[in-house]
């Protein structure tokens, strides 16, 4: 049986070629050890005896072959030996199996050329593909995981070639489900997702994941879904909550039902969950978005527990949460704005320079006050005992500041007394009975700030301020109507909207009041895409004349249209089109600001793009949509880091060549992009900018400062506002700013902040993210607004205050030290067995302090969080295999 030739094609037996490709072949040969030759010269054999013309002998050969290929272990580096023997003679073998009759033996062929095919084949000829649907139908993964992976990405492509011919893919399917049930055997989840979304099968994921893969299956997919083109995105995230729903996961179901902004996924998480203490963790987490969502019979259970939960989602007990961290963290003690100032470590010159202007510096010091000493309920200048031997009542206080200064200072009190509602509101109740309408202006401001994110069944800013919004006087009119946008921001309430519409259309109305209402109903209806409401603001802007339009405070009106579509994409055509038709002084202003809004958090490159276009062109006079195409490139691009970083990288670049008005909007896009996150890239560009010779971008930089260093404490941005108070000491306005800046980089004594982005950078909370845009669309015309006498609308950042905390608690909801480990977060999607999620981490025991970009885990076994991401409260339940160490 032994065949004679069986030495054939090694150098021994042939008659002697001529020198030159001898030498070659034997140096060849000698390359190889003695078992590759010997593997070299048996695959040869097999490859001979395949093309036998006895079928027995063909079978044998086959079954080597394949016994040789499935058994040689390849390092990852380097082509398996018996695949780099058989190349030469891959093209033989498949002339050969095309003159083969139909048979088991053909497909057995089929099925070797198929792998084969993984070195050989061509670049776009799909051979393994073709070989492997002629072959058997066995068991793929047995070829090796190169081999299912090579097949994959053909299956694509084919897949994409037969979707244009409209060819049918049954066959494909059927492997598919093959290569997917493989992937998820093997921890290769992330390549059975992959595979899914290109052959537009998603659905199928659903009954391949099971309890050990399901949580790093979903992680891929919703980390995914950032860089796919709408509407995909969706559908990814949609399987995502059902795989989380199937294995009841609420709190991540959740978290992706509100990432989809959609309530009747919120709804059925409700619903499916039976278990009280997951749903009030459930609560926590729609408090923490700070969207308003009233639970009806199903999802509530009996009354009592309805009402447990939904005063969680009202954030009742923000307040009394906050005053447990600052006492644990010990820092009740109020502080006054010369604490913050520091002016004893500067030399001489600057302190002699206080006197200047003394009521803008008294209003700054009311600002300073207001976001030191935010939430804790006392401070040294509004909440005086009167008693106090200074003096220094907080009566006195307020009249340090002048007409409208008093209304910033009166509102101020609302921010100290922040989330608590009873005492808020007794406390300011003494100002309504004021004779000086600036002050009742204030009062009503602050009633709305001290109900910021916090709802009350008995509605008491709706009652209180609804009275005063036909006042006379204009600057009661805005306090009533901005109270009223902050307090209900999000809330889409009915009556305000009837009773605010009218306003609009009013032909009487001063044009700040037109403004200042516009903004609340985009923040009342934010995201919301209301038709009602973008028709009154629509008619507002057609009815302005054209003096009018010049006016800054007219280009308010067109953010509050966007507003009503933040973050809603598509949504906001119709109404663009409309903008189309405005007066062209504001139609190119409108156009860009509801592009801005409505691309919002969606990281969207094509807008980038658009609006980047847009920053080029060289601009006459008078043209202002540039400020708004730049701070749109930072709401989009905000959405995730690596288009963060990128959009940081174009924003450098505009400062070098844009003119004066991108300029000046520049360094607020930079504050947006890192807000609460002081980057020393950022820090530095804005450090330099704040000595810009245009006083307008050494606002906008100073201002900017203190926005990434917002709530942060971070002693080098305090360092540099310090030396920029001394710097600027003889100008007002920029004082002013670094005043501010100073302010904001302390908020809450460092432990808030303004990130609107929670939930380990997953969820944005459009309330929130309303509030800075408003506040920095102001800004873009600093003089006119912020340091005109709209200075209140520095207020709006109330909207964006968060702790910035870890609060865990108990099953009865009071709160509970646990030993915790933060540490920077690490990006483990992806990643195979079970990375460690933070890395550099120090131990604390909880209540602790979460800075951007940290991530807490627990570091006790004695209790199971009820929520997947550590943040904000989180429920612990005890571990009932917990056994302490003796």
């Known amino acids: 049986m032994a065949d004679p030739k069986s030495g054939a094609g090694t150098s021994q037996t042939k008659p002697p070629p001529p020198k030159e490709s001898k030498k070659k072949d034997e140096k060849k040969d000698e390359d190889l050890s003695e078992e590759d030759l010997a593997l070299k010269q048996q695959l040869e054999l097999y490859v001979e005896r395949v093309q036998d013309p006895d079928p027995g002998l063909q079978k044998v050969a086959l079954e080597s072959m394949r016994q040789e290929i499935r058994s040689a272990t390849s390092s990852m580096t380097s082509v398996p030996k018996p695949l780099k023997f058989l190349r030469p003679h891959y093209g033989t073998l498949k ?19 198929s792998v084969l095919a993984l070195t050989m084949s061509a670049e776009g000829e799909r051979e393994s593909l073709k070989y492997r649907l002629l072959g058997s139908e066995g068991d793929i993964g047995s070829w090796g995981h190169e081999y299912v992976r090579n097949l994959a990405g053909e299956i694509g492509q084919e897949y994409a070639k037969r979707q244009t011919v409209d060819a049918p893919i049954e066959d494909l399917m059927e492997l598919v489900q093959q290569i997917v049930a493989f992937h998820m055997k093997h921890n290769a989840e992330p390549e059975a997702v992959d595979l899914l979304m290109e052959v537009e099968d998603l659905d199928l994921l659903v009954e391949h994941v099971d309890s050990t893969n399901f949580k790093r299956t979903c992680l891929y997919q919703t980390n995914a879904a950032r860089y796919l083109p709408s509407p995909d ?95 644990d963290i010990e820092v009740m003690e109020p502080k006054s704005p010369e604490d913050i100032y520091k002016a004893h470590l500067l030399d001489g010159r600057a302190s002699a320079g206080a006197s200047v202007d ?29 008693d106090s031997s200074s003096g220094n009542t907080s009566g006195n206080w307020l009249f340090k500041n002048k007409e409208h200064g008093k209304t910033s200072a009166a509102a101020s009190l609302g921010m100290i007394l922040l989330w608590d509602v009873d005492s808020g509101l007794a406390q300011i109740d003494k100002y309504f009975h004021s004779n000086d309408n600036h002050v009742i202006a204030g009062a009503l401001l602050g009633v709305g700030i001290v109900n910021c994110g916090v709802k009350n069944d008995c509605d008491p800013a ?29 809330a889409q309430n ?24 516009a903004i609340s109903l985009g923040l009342i209806y934010v995201g919301s895409c209301n038709e009602e409401v973008a028709q009154a603001i629509i008619f507002a ?56 809004c409505a691309y919002a958090g969606t990281g969207n490159v094509l807008k980038v793009q658009n609006l980047l276009g847009h920053c080029e062109a060289h601009l006459e006079k008078g043209e202002t949509h540039q400020g708004p195409a730049v701070l749109g490139i930072a709401m989009v691009a905000m959405a995730e880091e690596l288009g963060l970083e990128m959009s940081i990288r174009s924003l450098e670049h505009l400062l070098q060549y844009g003119e004066q008005n991108i300029r000046r909007a520049v360094p ?22 704040s000595h810009d010779t245009d006083s307008e971008v050494a606002m906008a930089a100073v201002i900017s400062l203190g926005l990434i260093g ?127 999620t933070i890395t550099g981490f120090q131990t604390h025991s909880t209540p602790v302090l979460l800075a951007a970009g940290d991530r807490a885990e627990l570091a006790t076994e004695k209790y199971i969080p009820l929520s997947p991401i550590l943040e904000g409260h989180v429920i612990l339940k005890e571990n009932p295999e917990y056994r302490e160490e003796s």
């Open 710 to 836: 917002a709530g942060t404490n971070n002693a080098r941005i305090a360092g540099m506002l310090r030396n920029l108070s001394s710097y600027y000491y003889k100008d007002a306005s920029l004082l002013f700013c670094v005043r501010i800046a100073q302010g904001l980089v302390h908020l809450g004594k460092g432990l808030l902040t303004l990130n609107p982005y929670h939930s380990d950078r997953c969820l944005l909370s459009p309330t929130a993210l309303a509030g800075l845009v408003t506040m920095l669309f102001a800004c873009l015309d600093m003089k006119a607004i912020i340091l005109g006498k709209y200075h209140y609308v520095l207020y709006f950042l109330v909207l964006a205050m968060q702790p910035r905390m870890l609060m865990t608690v108990d099953e009865n909801l009071k709160p509970l030290s646990v030993p915790v480990r933060v540490g920077q977060a690490v990006d483990v999607v992806g990643q195979a067995g079970r990375p460690k």
């Open 358 to 386: 003394s009521a803008r510096q008294n209003l700054a010091a009311t600002f300073v006050n207001a976001f030191v000493n935010a939430g804790f309920g006392q401070d040294k200048l509004m909440t005086a005992p009167a």
């Open 494 to 517: 009915e009556q305000i909207r009837s009773s605010l519409t009218p306003i609009l259309n009013d032909a009487k109305a001063p044009l700040d009041v037109i403004a200042f209402t």
């Open 668 to 689: 607020l896009a930079l504050g947006l992009l890192c807000i609460s996150n002081p980057k020393v890239n950022v820090m530095d560009t804005l450090s330099r900018l």
């Open 462 to 490: 709706l009652a209180l301020l609804s009275e005063y919004i036909g006042k006379e006087d204009s600057s009661i009119r805005i306090g009533a109507i901005m109270g009223l946008g902050i307090a209900y921001a999000g």
């Open 541 to 596: 802007l057609m009815d302005r004349s054209e003096s009018e339009l010049g006016e800054p405070l007219t280009r308010l009106l067109p953010l509050a249209l966007g507003l009503l579509y933040l973050g809603k994409q598509e949504s906001v055509e119709a109404t663009a089109e409309v903008s189309k038709t405005f007066n062209e002084k504001i139609r190119k202003y409108c156009d860009i600001t509801l592009l801005s």
């Open 233 to 327: 995105d969706m559908l990814v995230l949609d399987i995502a909550y059902a795989i989380y729903l199937k294995f009841e996961e609420y709190a991540n179901a959740m978290q992706i039902a509100l990432l989809l902004d959609n309530m009747q996924h919120v709804k059925q998480v409700f619903t499916s969950c039976e278990y009280v203490l997951k749903k009030k963790q459930l609560c926590y987490i729609l408090a923490r978005h700070g969207i308003t969502f009233d639970l009806d019979d199903d999802m509530g259970g009996d009354d009592e527990d309805k009402e447990a939960l939904q005063e969680i989602i009202n954030n009742s007990k923000l307040s009394e949460s906050y005053l447990t961290l600052a006492r």
């Open 95 to 113: 002339a050969f199996y095309e003159t083969m009759p139909e048979s088991d033996l053909k497909k057995y062929l089929a099925d070797i050329l």
